[in-house]
């Protein structure tokens, strides 16, 4: 498959020469101490008083080569595991959002373990997201227990890859030590690891931290899954042009995923970004800008020369509801990055630069990451679906709709929307005049008055709430006054049409 791109392929190799300039001659801002003797064994140039860091060309050369073409991320159950790249992107939900907005009253308020465990049970059953990162913060978390009471409403309500960030190495230990009991032993999860984690180890400009440097190291030399993502911000701290921020952030992602291999060759990574860009007139925060897809395309096209997964925070928006803003934003990211290759897509349900979920939101970003596939998923080509035979019998002014290959092809040959609105103005009148996101937070709120498939049994709950004394519930229970707003006989049409795609999908 041919894929868009804006570079020539000697504008790429200008971009990687820049990038190791960058490297030889700036270097980094290393904090963390252990990194920077890391760094110094394998070839680099510290100067330990400065605590900077230079990496001569032929070290990152040596080091990048060593990152393997793929990587695999892990869910609780193995028929959810995806390896990338692939066919198709792989898109997860967006993550750690402070902010929920509640169902009931339509305020933002601060997110809890109870809303993770909702939207874990709710992903859990959108087949456009492959990947659970586990989009808010817990309020309610006990004291030592931050990460982990985010972990485990995830892992217990949702069968898919889970992944977010830790703090430190303490939270990824106690992570860890929750997925032993999950699994029913160390020996039983080391085998199959189903716990991934994202780090941010860079802080843009060349700067790398301590905690999230340290977690980088850990990660890797004990063979757990995780990524690093590199988050500028163009015009603040990178260039604003594009190709001075690609050469910026290029040589940034290049530094970390040598210490990665330093620390254990052959470590999993994605090229992985949240660029971003500022709107200068104010300074605002823009994820929902334009920019951000062009970027992930020369992403993609940096990723592509050094053959590793790439990925990129798409799909996100400024808009503070789910409006035409949120659509739109929402919607020409995603595509530009499917357009030019892009493997993994994190997109689903923020809004608010980040700030808040909406359940209605992640239900239509579900529709969005499933039109997106069905781009990347092309159309056979063949002397059958030429229908040229057909077209001869049918001649001028005839009708396809009654042909065999028409009512074989009905379900599959093109996209059926759940949410989206196809009927006739009086029929929409008449059933209510629901919006989209009328229609999204009904399917969210149906999902959660179903049994959930993917909780764990009660004796493996019973194992870890004994380990972690005072461990949030990660119940994914209903609150009072969460209750579909629409008359449920179009949600049992959806329902049967979303069981008879899946059968269809996997006959």
């Not at 002397?383 to 599959?412: H, N, Q, V, Y």
Request: charged share 20%; net charge negative.
């Amino acid at each position: 498959m041919q894929f868009f791109t804006f570079l020539e392929m000697s504008e790429v190799v200008r971009v990687h020469e820049a990038s190791l300039e960058i490297l030889e001659e700036v270097g980094l801002l290393v904090r963390n101490q252990k990194a920077r003797r890391r760094f110094a064994e394998h070839g680099a140039i510290v100067d330990e008083p400065n605590e900077r860091v230079r990496l001569p060309a032929a070290v990152v050369e040596k080091y990048r080569a060593m990152i393997p073409p793929t990587i695999t991320l892990r869910g609780r159950d193995p028929r959810y595991d995806v390896t990338f790249p692939r066919k198709l992107p792989v898109i997860a939900t967006a993550s750690s959002a402070p902010d929920i907005v509640d169902p009931v009253t339509g305020l933002t308020r601060r997110a809890t373990s109870h809303d993770i465990a909702r939207i874990g049970h709710v992903v859990n059953e959108l087949d456009g997201f492959d990947v659970f990162s586990i989009s808010v913060l817990a309020d309610d978390a006990p004291e030592n227990q931050f990460n982990l009471s985010r972990f485990y409403p995830a892992l217990k309500n949702c069968l898919k890859p889970v992944r977010t960030s830790v703090l430190n190495t303490d939270e990824a230990r106690q992570i860890l030590k929750l997925g032993e009991l999950i699994a029913g032993s160390p020996e039983a999860f080391w085998e199959r690891p189903f716990i991934n984690f994202g780090y941010c180890s860079i802080v843009t400009p060349l700067t790398m931290d301590f905690d999230s440097t340290e977690n980088l190291m850990f990660f890797a030399e004990n063979g757990v899954t995780a990524y690093g993502t590199v988050a500028p911000m163009g015009g603040i701290n990178t260039p604003l042009s594009m190709p001075g921020m690609l050469a910026l952030i290029n040589a940034e992602w290049l530094a970390a995923a040598c210490l990665a291999q330093m620390s254990r060759p052959g470590t999993e990574q994605i090229y992985n970004f949240l660029p971003v860009f500022a709107d200068l007139r104010d300074g605002a925060y823009a994820p929902g800008g334009i920019e951000v897809g062009i970027m992930n395309a020369l992403v993609c096209q940096m990723a592509r020369f050094y053959n590793v997964p790439s990925g990129g925070y798409l799909g996100l928006t400024n808009a503070k509801i789910s409006d035409a803003q949120a659509g739109f934003e929402k919607g020409m990211s995603p595509m530009i990055g499917a357009l030019s290759g892009v493997d993994f897509i994190v997109m689903g349900g923020l809004l608010d630069a980040l700030m808040s979920f909406d359940f209605g939101q992640v239900v239509i970003d579900n529709e969005i990451a499933q039109m997106v596939k069905r781009v990347r998923s092309g159309f056979d080509f063949s002397e059958d679906a030429l229908a040229i035979e057909d077209i001869k019998r049918i001649g001028p002014a005839g009708m396809f709709a009654d042909s065999a290959m028409t009512l074989r092809d009905m379900l599959s040959a093109t996209f059926m929307p759940e949410m989206a609105d196809r009927q006739l103005r009086e029929t929409w009148a008449e059933a209510g005049s629901h919006s989209i996101h009328d229609r999204a937070l009904d399917k969210a709120m149906s999902i959660l008055t179903s049994p959930n498939r993917a909780a764990l049994d009660t004796q493996t709950d019973a194992r870890i709430r004994a380990a972690f004394p005072g461990i949030v519930a990660g119940e994914a229970t209903l609150p009072e006054g969460w209750t579909p707003r629409i008359a449920t006989g179009g949600l049992r049409r959806e329902r049967r049409m979303t069981s008879r795609r899946r059968a269809l999908t996997h006959a």
